[in-house]
């Protein structure tokens, strides 16, 4: 639904300094021909992955080097990745399937974490769960709640006037990640509401990309 300016912008963006910027097109879940529909969007994610390491070679990347980066409620699916990605949600297609789905590191730009708190966004949790979400949907789709040491290292930011969806989400998966041991960064700023991206039109947030890659460059 923002598939242009939190996805095609920021992939030029960073094919710009020499990184490879690949967009997901992903599915939401749908009653019309889904079974376990909260799985859709993760299925979408560890295939995703699987298919770009496959072809490292081919696309000219380093397969110990591929992370996931989302925005808003696409930074809830990159975490759900980032934290389920050794579930088995699919049946598996190709040889791509025996591969791991865990990204190297997560970059997760204002995202939706939680559903079990008053600070979650309730269209976003709506939308994958429905109005009336199955017994221990909620708890497992609480992202801050799956973290473990095998969570990849990430790169949170957040803007601290944020109404949509509020920064609590960032500071209790930051809380999770370092009581798990996990390498991470969290950077929240006064101001910047929900939406902004790499805030590069902005005096202040446009700081963010060297932040963001002096990050990646400490990453071993």
């Given at each position: 639904?923002?598939?242009?300016?939190?996805?095609?912008?920021?992939?030029?963006?960073?094919?710009?300094?020499?990184?490879?910027?690949?967009?997901?097109?992903?599915?939401?879940?749908?009653?019309?021909?889904?079974?376990?529909?909260?799985?859709?969007?993760?299925?979408?994610?560890?295939?995703?992955?699987?298919?770009?390491?496959?072809?490292?070679?081919?696309?000219?990347?380093?397969?110990?080097?591929?992370?996931?980066?989302?925005?808003?409620?696409?930074?809830?699916?990159?975490?759900?990745?980032?934290?389920?990605?050794?579930?088995?949600?699919?049946?598996?297609?190709?040889?791509?399937?025996?591969?791991?789905?865990?990204?190297?590191?997560?970059?997760?730009?204002?995202?939706?974490?939680?559903?079990?708190?008053?600070?979650?966004?309730?269209?976003?949790?709506?939308?994958?769960?429905?109005?009336?979400?199955?017994?221990?949907?909620?708890?497992?789709?609480?992202n801050e709640k799956q973290v473990s040491a095998n969570?990849?290292?990430?790169?949170?930011?957040?803007?601290?006037?944020?109404?949509?969806?509020?920064?609590?989400?960032?500071?209790?998966?930051?809380?999770?990640?370092?009581?798990?041991?996990?390498p991470a960064a969290l950077h929240v700023f006064p101001?910047?509401?929900?939406?902004?991206?790499?805030?590069?039109?902005?005096?202040?947030?446009?700081?963010?990309?060297?932040?963001?890659?002096?990050?990646?460059?400490?990453?071993?």
């Amino acid at each position: 639904m923002a598939y242009d300016w939190e996805g095609i912008d920021i992939a030029k963006f960073l094919n710009s300094k020499g990184i490879a910027g690949i967009v997901v097109k992903y599915r939401l879940p749908s009653a019309v021909s889904q079974t376990n529909q909260e799985d859709v969007p993760l299925i979408d994610a560890q295939r995703a992955l699987r298919l770009v390491r496959s072809k490292a070679e081919e696309f000219n990347i380093d397969p110990n080097k591929i992370g996931a980066m989302g925005f808003s409620a696409g930074g809830h699916l990159a975490s759900t990745l980032g934290t389920h990605f050794d579930e088995k949600v699919y049946t598996p297609i190709d040889e791509a399937d025996k591969l791991s789905a865990r990204p190297d590191f997560l970059t997760l730009c204002y995202p939706v974490i939680t559903f079990n708190q008053s600070s979650t966004h309730k269209g976003s949790q709506n939308n994958l769960l429905g109005n009336n979400p199955k017994p221990g949907a909620v708890e497992r789709f609480s992202n801050e709640k799956q973290v473990s040491a095998n969570t990849p290292p990430t790169f949170l930011l957040h803007a601290t006037d944020d109404t949509s969806v509020p920064v609590e989400n960032s500071l209790v998966f930051y809380k999770a990640l370092v009581e798990n041991n996990v390498p991470a960064a969290l950077h929240v700023f006064p101001t910047g509401g929900h939406g902004f991206a790499l805030g590069l039109q902005d005096p202040y947030l446009r700081t963010l990309p060297e932040l963001l890659f002096g990050w990646m460059e400490s990453l071993k």
